[in-house]
């Protein structure tokens, strides 16, 4: 029987409530048809979970998050990372993904691992938000907060990550959330966690900001381009909303925003990051906002750089 | 018809099965007497039709939901 015949319907709201009935009706739609464009893909996720995506990208060497939604659904990349500010989304973005795939492919397995426990939560409570009604006929038992199993076979396990977690089934999806908070030999472990089955490719996706100098998320992205991970990074200005009446003249974010914010397109409220960067100090603002280098903070030698302090000296025999 | 299976209620999986029952014989009484089908059909697929299968009403209602959303009007089931 197709898809189209809601052949799963087990809760009594989607059988007899006329709009709930519709909302899933559009779920079935994809299910069986999936998604052709990244504009029909985004625009199902802002409707559905009155999301803001950005689609603009506002720093010329950033991305923006639409990319990396649409190139994750498309599986234009199968292992990314992505860097960006804190309340940047990422988080978001990851469960969104998740969400996405385990309901419309079939038997997809995602393993979500998070930095700490508070972080898997965080991830947890993004999915709980994503389930909404017109999802719940797809639910096999009840969500619960370490695993989720869907009808089509499709499930998520969320943990947080340790020496214990690493270890089992080796689902096709990786989610590392957090990844600066890891341990380098869990974060090792983790890596070899996707298998591809089924007919679904295994993949890996990396969540962080870089905030620690010489952190295990510095070393993800010095390494980037040699492991195949595809860097997406944005930046507060990013997923900055759009700046419409303010005046750029003694603007608090005017040194970093330069008018780029009339081009934005996101959610993060203007007013919170002047007060934010009122508030932090500069290397902190520049490492987990602009996401231009890690914090130096509580290095012996922070100003310490090596294209300034170290230079090639041949001694003498 | 199996899909009685997927009822909850045991009732309900009666239910289902007396409908598809009904259908069956009134269909085949139906054949029968008009004579339009010579070899009955082993299988029959029921789908329901998904107004979403039309790119234009997906389209409208896109447009009419993300009205509602800029109006800040909360969605039913959403």
């Known amino acids: 029987m197709s898809h189209s015949g809601f052949t799963n319907m087990g809760t009594a709201n989607v059988m007899t409530d006329p709009r709930i009935r519709l909302m899933a009706q559009r779920v079935e739609h994809h299910r069986a048809k ?42 234009d990349s199968m292992d990314c990372v992505c860097w960006a500010n804190r309340g940047g989304g990422k988080t978001m973005a990851g469960a969104l993904v998740t969400w996405l795939e385990s309901v419309f492919k079939a038997a997809c397995e995602t393993k979500v691992l998070g930095g700490s426990g508070e972080q898997s939560l965080r991830m947890y409570n ?13 639910a096999r038992g009840e969500a619960l907060k370490t695993y989720t199993e869907l009808v089509n076979g499709s499930s998520i396990q969320i943990l947080t990550a340790s020496t214990r977690s690493v270890r089992g089934p080796h689902p096709q999806k990786l989610r590392l959330d957090e990844v600066d908070e890891f341990d380098d030999k869990i974060y090792e472990a983790a890596l070899l966690i996707p298998l591809s089955s089924g007919g679904i490719a295994a993949s890996t996706h990396i969540y962080s900001t870089m905030h620690k100098s010489y952190g295990l998320m510095n070393r993800v992205i010095e390494e980037a381009a040699e492991s195949g991970f595809r860097i997406f990074k944005w930046c507060i200005l990013d997923v900055l909303e759009r700046c419409v009446d ?22 993060y409220p203007i007013k919170d990051a002047i007060e934010h960067k009122r508030k932090v100090s500069k290397d902190t603002w520049n490492s987990e906002m602009l996401c231009h280098q890690p914090s130096r903070e509580g290095l012996i030698y922070k100003e310490f750089d090596i294209s300034i302090h170290v230079v090639d000296f041949k001694f003498k025999d | 018809m199996r899909d009685y299976q997927k009822f909850i209620s045991e009732s309900n999986k009666v239910g289902a099965l007396r409908l598809v029952g009904e259908f069956h014989t009134k269909l085949m009484t139906l054949f029968q007497t008009t004579g339009l089908v010579r070899e009955m059909p082993k299988q029959f697929i029921l789908n329901e039709f998904n107004p979403f299968d039309d790119p234009e009403f997906t389209e409208k209602f896109d447009a009419l939901i993300m009205e509602a959303r800029a109006r800040g009007i909360k969605i039913f089931g959403l």
């Open chain 1, 34 to 75: 999936g998604f052709q464009s990244p504009e029909e893909l985004l625009r199902f996720c802002e409707g559905f979970w009155d999301i803001k995506i950005p689609r603009q990208r506002v720093c010329l060497d950033h991305s923006c998050l639409a990319e990396y939604i649409t190139a994750a659904w498309f599986e």
């Open chain 1, 126 to 138: 993004h999915v709980k938000k994503f389930n909404s009604e017109p999802f719940r006929h797809l």
């Open chain 1, 246 to 267: 303010r005046e750029c003249e003694g603007c608090g974010l005017w040194e970093d925003c330069g008018g780029k914010a009339r081009n934005a397109s996101g959610f």
